[in-house]
């Protein structure tokens, strides 16, 4: 899951929602990676949302299919 950070450069979150809007992953976000990996297994096939927040505020969505 590809992700950019804000030009402050601040770390931030990355929560993943199933279509039922609950959190079921969160991660960690900073500048030294742009990418997450989930990995087969990791959560069942189906549609999710991710959200990165940094400083209190959305900065990007996302709507993705995960197939197993």
């Not at 989930?38 to 995960?66: M, N, Q």
């Amino acid at each position: 899951l590809p992700y950019d950070i804000p030009n402050n450069g601040k770390p931030g979150k990355m929560n993943v929602y199933n279509n039922m809007g609950q959190l079921v992953k969160q991660f960690e976000i900073d500048e030294n990676f742009k990418n997450i990996i989930l990995f087969k297994g990791d959560l069942p096939s189906g549609t999710y949302i991710y959200i990165t927040v940094h400083d209190g505020e959305v900065s990007a969505s996302l709507k993705f299919i995960l197939t197993n």
